[in-house]
C-alpha cells in the first residue's frame, strides 16, 4: 500500500497538466487585466493513471492514481461523456485500460462522500493519448473567445469541428455563454497563447441532479461555541462576500492541535483521529481521508497569520 502523505491530500484536483506543443508565431500580444477571474468554469479537473478497472452494478469502476499517490475511483456511467485527447473521437468504456493517463472533469458543485478513495462520477472523461499529441481545456469563454481564466485564445476557422453535448453540428454563434471542451494540438508563444482548436463541444448546462438540493438534512448544525464567535467577532475579514477567520486561533480553541508545514506552504490539524491538511492558495483540503473544498482558498495575512473561509467551522464543529 502506498503511503499517503500530507501533500497527496490536497494535490488530486491540482493534477498534472500534459501541455500542448508550442509554435512559434507572431500573434499579437492580448493584453491581460488583473482582475481576479470567477466561475472561469463549473468544472473540476483530476488527472492521473488508471490502476484498475472493475464493473460494478452496471457501470464501470475506474480506479485512477495521481503524481503524489493519491487514489481516487471514478465511477463511468452510461452518460459519461468519453474522448481521446489525440483524435478527438469519442470513446466507449470498454475501450478504458490500465496505464492510460487521464483527466476527469466533474461538476465542482457536486458533494463527496467522506471515504477514502474517493468515488467521484465524471461528466467528462478523457483519455490521453501518447501516440498524437492533442490537449483539452474545459472552461467558459467571453465573446472573443479568450478563456475566463486567461489562459487561452481560440482562433475557430472553418476546419474547426463544432458540436453540442449530443453530438449534433452547431454554429460558432451558439457557443456564446456555454462551458467548451476544447480540442487542440498546437498553441502560439503569445500572452495568453492561441490556438486553431481541432474541435470544440459545448456543454449543456450542468442541472441540479446529484447536487444534494431536496435532501432531507439528518444532523443539525452544531452551535458555535461563544468564545469562538468572540474570536471570530474580533478578528476577521470580507473577501468576495466570505468570511475569512484565523486558523489557529479558531482550530486551537475547538481543541485542534495546530502544526506549520512550511513544505506545503499551509498547516496540518489533528484531533484524536481527526486530520486536516491544509495548504495556502489552494481550495483544496484533505480531511482524513477525503477531499473538500473552501468557498476561498486560505491566505496568509501580516506574514505569519493563515486566515480561511468561515465554511471549515461545521467541519471543525462536528468532531467536537
Same mark, same amino acid.
Given at each position: 500500500?502506498?503511503?499517503?502523505?500530507?501533500?497527496?491530500?490536497?494535490?488530486?484536483? *491540482?493534477?498534472?497538466?500534459?501541455?500542448?506543443?508550442?509554435?512559434?508565431? !507572431?500573434?499579437?500580444?492580448?493584453?491581460?487585466?488583473? %482582475?481576479?477571474?470567477?466561475?472561469?468554469?463549473?468544472?473540476?479537473?483530476?488527472?492521473?493513471?488508471?490502476? $484498475?478497472?472493475?464493473?460494478?452494478?452496471?457501470? /464501470?469502476?475506474?480506479?485512477?492514481? $495521481?503524481?503524489?499517490?493519491?487514489?481516487?475511483?471514478?465511477?463511468?456511467?452510461?452518460?459519461?461523456?468519453?474522448?481521446?485527447? =489525440?483524435?478527438? !473521437?469519442?470513446?466507449?468504456?470498454?475501450?478504458?485500460?490500465?496505464?492510460?493517463?487521464?483527466?476527469?472533469?466533474?461538476?465542482? !458543485?457536486?458533494?463527496?462522500?467522506?471515504?477514502?478513495?474517493?468515488?467521484?462520477?465524471?461528466?467528462?472523461?478523457?483519455?490521453?493519448?501518447?501516440?498524437? #499529441?492533442?490537449?483539452?481545456?474545459? =472552461?467558459?469563454?467571453?465573446? @472573443?473567445? /479568450?478563456?475566463? @481564466?486567461?489562459?487561452?485564445?481560440?482562433?475557430?476557422?472553418?476546419?474547426?469541428?463544432?458540436?453540442?453535448?449530443?453530438?449534433?453540428?452547431?454554429?460558432?454563434?451558439?457557443?456564446?455563454?456555454?462551458? /467548451?471542451?476544447?480540442?487542440?494540438?498546437?498553441? &502560439?508563444?503569445?500572452? #495568453? +497563447?492561441?490556438? +486553431?482548436?481541432?474541435?470544440?463541444? *459545448?456543454?449543456?448546462?450542468? &442541472?441540479? %441532479?446529484?447536487?444534494?438540493?431536496?435532501? %432531507?438534512?439528518?444532523?443539525?448544525?452544531?452551535?458555535?461555541?461563544?468564545?469562538?464567535? @468572540?474570536?471570530?467577532?474580533?478578528?476577521?475579514?470580507?473577501?468576495?462576500?466570505?468570511?475569512?477567520?484565523?486558523?489557529?486561533?479558531?482550530?486551537?480553541?475547538?481543541?485542534?492541535?495546530?502544526?506549520?508545514?512550511?513544505?506545503?506552504? =499551509?498547516?496540518? /490539524?489533528?484531533?484524536?483521529?481527526?486530520?486536516?491538511?491544509?495548504?495556502?492558495?489552494?481550495?483544496?483540503?484533505?480531511?482524513?481521508?477525503?477531499?473538500?473544498?473552501?468557498?476561498?482558498?486560505?491566505?496568509?495575512?501580516?506574514? !505569519?497569520?493563515?486566515?480561511?473561509?468561515?465554511?471549515?467551522?461545521?467541519?471543525?464543529?462536528?468532531?467536537?
Amino acid at each position: 500500500m502506498k503511503k499517503i502523505g500530507a501533500v497527496a491530500l490536497t494535490a488530486l484536483l *491540482a493534477g498534472s497538466a500534459w501541455t500542448p506543443f508550442a509554435v512559434k508565431a !507572431n500573434e499579437d500580444v492580448i493584453q491581460m487585466d488583473k %482582475e481576479e477571474v470567477k466561475d472561469a468554469s463549473e468544472y473540476v479537473r483530476a488527472t492521473g493513471v488508471i490502476t $484498475n478497472i472493475e464493473d460494478r452494478d452496471n457501470d /464501470l469502476m475506474v480506479t485512477v492514481e $495521481n503524481e503524489q499517490d493519491l487514489i481516487t475511483i471514478f465511477r463511468i456511467q452510461d452518460k459519461t461523456l468519453l474522448f481521446n485527447s =489525440g483524435t478527438t !473521437n469519442e470513446m466507449k468504456s470498454t475501450d478504458l485500460k490500465k496505464e492510460m493517463k487521464v483527466e476527469a472533469y466533474y461538476d465542482k !458543485n457536486k458533494p463527496m462522500i467522506l471515504i477514502y478513495p474517493a468515488q467521484i462520477t465524471p461528466e467528462l472523461f478523457i483519455v490521453m493519448d501518447e501516440t498524437k #499529441p492533442g490537449s483539452v481545456k474545459v =472552461g467558459k469563454f467571453d465573446a @472573443d473567445f /479568450l478563456s475566463l @481564466d486567461k489562459e487561452l485564445k481560440l482562433n475557430i476557422g472553418k476546419e474547426t469541428t463544432i458540436l453540442n453535448q449530443q453530438g449534433e453540428k452547431v454554429s460558432k454563434a451558439e457557443l456564446k455563454g456555454k462551458e /467548451l471542451v476544447v480540442f487542440y494540438s498546437i498553441t &502560439t508563444r503569445s500572452l #495568453p +497563447p492561441q490556438t +486553431p482548436p481541432t474541435k470544440i463541444i *459545448a456543454l449543456d448546462p450542468l &442541472t441540479d %441532479e446529484g447536487t444534494g438540493e431536496g435532501v %432531507e438534512e439528518t444532523s443539525e448544525t452544531p452551535e458555535i461555541p461563544e468564545s469562538v464567535s @468572540d474570536i471570530i467577532e474580533s478578528d476577521h475579514y470580507m473577501k468576495d462576500g466570505v468570511k475569512m477567520i484565523p486558523l489557529r486561533k479558531v482550530a486551537e480553541e475547538l481543541g485542534y492541535y495546530v502544526l506549520s508545514q512550511s513544505k506545503i506552504n =499551509g498547516a496540518l /490539524l489533528t484531533k484524536g483521529n481527526v486530520s486536516l491538511t491544509i495548504t495556502r492558495g489552494e481550495k483544496m483540503y484533505g480531511y482524513n481521508k477525503s477531499l473538500q473544498q473552501f468557498a476561498i482558498a486560505p491566505e496568509l495575512i501580516g506574514g !505569519n497569520k493563515t486566515y480561511v473561509s468561515e465554511d471549515i467551522l461545521e467541519l471543525l464543529l462536528s468532531n467536537d
